[in-house]
């Protein structure tokens, strides 16, 4: 019997039930107390009242002592396997994971070493890149390998040394492109070389030209080769020829001007083809093509009145004798030119003879008769 707690009830006797038929009778001996380990199953029994009722016995050695000390022994016995498997299972976690943390820190060690050669193959030096690069890459995999994995080395794959210079490579490149961006604008060879480069050599040229046909004609009409208005049209035709002129040389200069820059936007395309493929070991300086691009554009900036001298070369845009005859054409009857500069009347030859002369000739010899 037990009680409500499920503990052996020590106080209740199991006892047999009187015999067949009914009434009166005098009841047989009492069936032996039986005790059951509810756990285990282990009995422990014993006759009733063995030792008379008002017997005083150790309870040890009573059915429901054994089965009492049965019990703690039992519950003894669970604890200390209990807890053997409790310290078992705490040495063999502390040895998993002191077996993996090894495994986990010998992967890491060895793609640091796997890394280190692939910088030193390149040409560089790791060490240049241990804190900024490879160090956060290696601990980034560190950290990724999930607690007790049977293989740490898998996450520090064998590329991964080839990864972290890739990535430097990169970023380099794209470091030095944006300082050619930032330092060359899409205007640097325009802003280098100005088309106010034109207006000090321009004028000059075409000035060489053209002054000394205007002091020509100013001297003409002096002379009285040209008459007030036969000097205005020649002006005027002289003025038309100088913008001509001018136009030709400015398009002559900007010629000049468009194959100067662009050599200076080769020179910048250059520099980015550079940074396109840069190595990491490669020094590159963005600065110095600032450098050289101010350089070459200075040397042409001296040179391009000599380089715009040359591409006019033996050019004439006017001559004495156009304007002359263009004066000659406006002043009428009186129309000088460079081969009669006096102006003999209604022609340009000097040899015109006046038709009104030669009506009042007589003809025929000795002025007798006609013909």
């Given amino acids: 019997m037990f009680t409500a707690g499920g ?15 009914g009434g009166g009778g005098s009841q047989g001996p009492l069936p032996p ?10 009995v422990y029994s014993e006759p009733a009242d063995p030792f008379g009722m008002n017997s005083t016995v150790d309870p040890s050695i009573t059915a429901a002592g054994r089965l009492n000390q049965h019990i703690k022994d039992r519950q003894a016995a669970e604890k200390a396997a209990s807890d053997a498997a409790a310290a078992q299972k705490t040495t063999d976690a502390a040895t998993a994971e002191t077996t993996f943390q090894g495994s986990r820190q010998q992967a890491y060690n060895d ?4 890394i280190q050669r692939q910088f030193q193959l390149q040409g560089v030096d790791p060490n240049a890149y241990m804190a900024s690069d490879i160090t956060p890459a290696l601990q980034r995999q560190f950290n990724s390998v999930q607690d007790l994995s049977p293989n740490p080395a898998a996450a520090f794959p064998t590329t991964l040394g080839t990864d972290i210079l890739n990535n430097i490579t990169s970023g380099r490149r794209t470091q030095v492109t944006n300082q050619l961006n930032n330092q060359f604008d899409p205007n640097y060879a325009q802003n280098l070389i100005p088309d106010t480069t034109l207006s000090s050599a321009v004028p000059g040229i075409v000035n060489a030209q053209f002054d000394p046909l205007n002091a020509q004609l100013t001297n003409a009409q002096k002379r009285g080769t040209l008459t007030d208005t036969g000097y205005k049209g020649a002006l005027d035709a002289l003025n038309q020829k100088r913008a001509a002129a001018t136009s030709q040389v400015t398009n002559l200069g900007q010629t000049i001007l468009g194959t100067d820059r662009s050599g200076i936007n080769d020179l910048i395309s250059g520099a980015k083809n550079t940074a396109a493929g840069l190595t990491l070991g490669q020094q590159f300086d963005p600065s110095s093509y600032d450098t050289q691009a101010r350089t070459l554009a200075g040397t042409d900036l001296t040179n391009f009145g000599g380089a715009l001298t040359n591409a006019v070369g ?10 002359l005859n263009a004066g000659g054409a406006v002043q009428g009857a009186t129309n000088p030119n460079a081969i009669n500069p006096s102006g003999s009347l209604g022609a340009t030859s000097p040899f015109y003879t006046d038709p009104n002369v030669s009506a009042n000739q007589k003809r025929g010899l000795g002025n007798q008769g006609a013909f």
Avoid: C, E, S
């Avoid at 005790?35 to 282990?42: I, L, M, Q």
């Fill in 7 to 21: 503990q052996p009830d020590l106080h209740t006797v199991m006892r047999g039930g009187g015999g067949k038929g």
């Fill in 33 to 42: 107390t039986v005790y059951v380990d509810p756990v285990d199953g282990t």
């Fill in 111 to 114: 793609a640091l070493t796997n």
């Fill in 314 to 323: 033996d050019t004439k845009f006017a001559t004495l004798t156009d304007l």
